[in-house]
């Protein structure tokens, strides 16, 4: 199949030959003649599959079918996304899809001075990307009119739950008119959403095109267990003698982004953190200069990452196992993107090894286990690190919970037995 025979028009169609595409994904492939039909739409994908151009091409599509109205601070289309990364790239990849149309987009996020947010608003968008706490900003203002809204997506909605965005969500939707098409994009869809998705729509096309527990076959996953207090140091032995050129790595934390990012700059490493508390400036700035690879170490954290778009990157890095497994799909999802490859990384602790399991059990597949020696790295042998105590003095030890023969994790939780220990 080709984009030639999804429906769309000549100056789209040219668009996107012009960005070197020719043929859809499959959420493309059966999304967009599902939205040129005018149906509501639900899509549960995972990241990397091609979901953004999924919706903005038919949506752009059919605005441009019909002329606009004479409220110029009229939007036609909202597209409500979680992050301010995320609306940016939302906004720039519909502006590159219609720059042969006649249609204007926007972007509005908080973080940033609002009156040229306004300005923009009074000239006129047709198509307005944004978040939703900005965007009640403006309406609460009058600076813009949502009564007349014809097409409603909302993007990576499951983590706008996460972030407890469903209220304004609601607050949003009650603004815009009954009648309107409505496109939920996601990577999962859990009980609160589709409560929501069943409020808005009457019988939506339902796509599923991967399932939400899959990690794409063109990343390579890999676990290397390490002390806790020595994961920073692995973390930069790996960056350097393996000459990773672009990675990202994830903590759990805001301080803990920071905290690695300092560490790895001390080794010698460009690094930068990007997270919630950094300006959006700060966060605009980081960004660009991992893209050119100014930087070569971006530590995020889950929520800042949700919106991060980055072509050609190699490794991501899960320097801490994320508490919900979902969320390790989520991460691993931002590399092997456009059928490039990509590797993923985990530095997993003693601690961590019930995360892991639970991973595991979620893409229902072990992932490889690999030690890096002391005599390689100059850290301490992962093995000594990694040994159960005893349970009393002079008893023997069992060997680490991985097992170093078949390098791989043992399925129940149970540490592998020594043999030379006897049946205990």
């Given amino acids: 199949m080709s984009f030639d025979t999804l429906g769309l028009s000549a100056e789209i169609l040219r668009a996107v030959a012009d960005e070197g595409y020719s043929v859809p994904t499959p959420a493309q492939s059966q999304a967009i003649p599902a939205i040129l039909q005018g149906r509501h739409v639900m899509v549960r994908a995972q990241t990397g599959t091609g979901k953004t151009a999924a919706f903005a091409l038919p949506m752009l599509q059919r605005l441009s079918a019909s002329s606009r109205g004479p409220d110029r601070r009229a ?15 939302v906004e720039e990849s519909i502006r590159t899809y219609g720059r042969h149309l006649s249609l204007k987009a926007g972007v509005v996020y908080g973080g940033v001075g609002i009156g040229p947010q306004i300005a923009q608003l009074r000239r006129g968008v047709d198509i307005l990307v944004a978040t939703p706490g900005r965007l009640l900003d403006h ?92 994961k920073s140091a ?40 990007i997270h919630s508390d950094k300006s959006q400036n700060q966060r605009t700035r980081v960004l660009g200069d991992f893209k050119r690879s100014r930087v070569r170490v971006l530590v995020a954290t889950d929520v800042a990452a949700r919106g991060l778009d980055i072509d050609e990157l190699p490794h991501v890095v899960n320097f801490e196992l994320p508490h919900v497994p979902e969320d390790y799909v989520h991460r691993v999802g931002r590399t092997g993107r456009a059928g490039n490859e990509g590797r993923a990384v985990s530095l997993v602790s003693t601690e961590e090894r019930d995360l892991l ?44 919970w991985f097992d170093r023969r078949t390098a791989s994790g043992p399925r129940k939780g149970r540490p592998a037995r020594d043999k030379g220990a006897g049946n205990r």
């Fill in 234 to 273: 692995l973390l930069s032995f790996l960056i350097r003698s393996r000459k990773w050129d672009r990675v990202l790595v994830f903590t759990r934390t805001k301080r803990g982004a920071d905290r690695l990012s300092r560490h790895l700059h001390q080794d010698g490493i460009a690094a930068a953190a």
């Fill in 75 to 89: 939007v036609r289309a909202l597209v409500l996304t979680p992050t301010r990364e995320l609306a940016c790239q």
């Fill in 139 to 230: 309406t609460s203002r009058g600076t813009l009119d949502l009564s007349r809204v014809e097409i409603l997506v909302l993007d990576e909605a499951d983590r706008m739950l996460d972030m407890g965005f469903l209220p304004d969500v609601r607050k949003i939707v009650a603004m815009m008119p009954k009648e309107r098409q409505n496109l939920l994009f996601s990577a999962s869809f859990p009980e609160p959403l589709r409560k929501l998705a069943e409020a808005m729509m009457d019988s939506p096309a339902r796509i599923d095109v991967s399932r939400r527990t899959s990690v794409a076959e063109r990343v390579s996953q890999v676990v290397h267990p390490v002390a806790r207090e020595r």
């Fill in 357 to 400: 399991r639970s991973i595991e059990r979620l893409i229902q597949q072990d992932i490889p286990k690999e030690v890096i020696s002391e005599r390689e790295s100059g850290l301490p042998a992962a093995s000594e690190q990694y040994r159960e105590r005893p349970a009393h003095p002079g008893a023997p030890r069992r060997r680490p």
